[in-house]
């Protein structure tokens, strides 16, 4: 099984409706994360969690509002889906990176969820 | 000052030739600079990576060359191979409390047989 899975794989629907994109992992990582990936932009940061109780914005977080139900959970809501949000979405998780430890912080990401507003 | 700024955006290769993807960077606080390898239909995972206090860092047939003073680095990649096709991010971390990465666009990467 892996790591950081993401449900659903794909998924197609309507401009206005309600979208909920889910992750579970199993890596014990406190910290998680969810980046939006569009042809020619890379990976964008929408929102990031050290724990449970801590919820931050990333660089596009307009549109998008997250949930932590537990460590090993966090889901990505779309309240009211738009054509522009047409993309592929992915989970990461990570232990905390420090800049001279030998801990990277490197990320581990889930197979990602594509995502097509109509 | 936040950006890590990514070229090519696409490359082919001939099987046996070397590719060389590079990055530049404005921020001096970024402490670490990662290498992400995505196949299709998955998520990136870690490459290589490196920290500013050295010049270069090879694992195999990768190679990152790193330049503090030009705030430059680059990915080199050795008798490139077809499997090695893929899309290819860099990125840097703030060093600060988030170590939030900050990625590149991204380099798509075909390696001809």
């Known amino acids: 099984d892996a790591d950081v899975t993401q449900t659903p794989r794909n998924r197609i629907t309507k401009t206005g409706k309600r979208i909920m994109l889910e992750c579970s992992q199993t890596k014990g990582h406190d910290r998680m994360y969810w980046y939006r990936q569009d042809p020619g932009l890379g990976l964008q940061l929408i929102y990031y969690?050290?724990?449970?109780?801590?919820?931050n914005k990333g660089e596009i977080s307009d549109g998008y509002s997250v949930s932590r139900q537990a460590q090993a959970k966090f889901s990505l809501s779309l309240e009211s889906a738009i054509p522009n949000q047409t993309a592929l979405y992915f989970c990461?998780?990570?232990?905390?990176?420090?800049?001279?430890?030998?801990?990277?912080?490197?990320?581990?990401f889930g197979e990602g969820s594509r995502l097509t507003v109509l | 000052q936040q950006q890590v700024k990514q070229s090519p955006q696409s490359l082919i290769v001939q099987k046996g030739g070397i590719s060389i993807i590079n990055c530049a960077y404005e921020n001096t606080a970024f402490d670490y600079f990662p290498w992400y390898q995505q196949f299709p239909g998955k998520g990136p995972a870690l490459l290589i990576a490196i920290r500013p206090d050295v010049s270069e860092k090879k694992e195999g047939r990768f190679t990152i060359s790193f330049n503090k003073s030009a705030k430059q680095f680059s990915l080199h990649i050795m008798d490139s191979q077809p499997g090695d096709s893929a899309t290819y991010f860099c990125a840097a971390r703030n060093g600060g409390a988030t170590n939030k990465l900050i990625f590149g666009t991204g380099t798509l990467l075909a390696v001809q047989p």
């Open positions: 990461a998780t990570s232990e905390p990176g420090t800049g001279g430890g030998a801990n990277t912080g490197e990320l581990f």
């Open positions: 969690s050290f724990d449970v109780k801590d919820i």
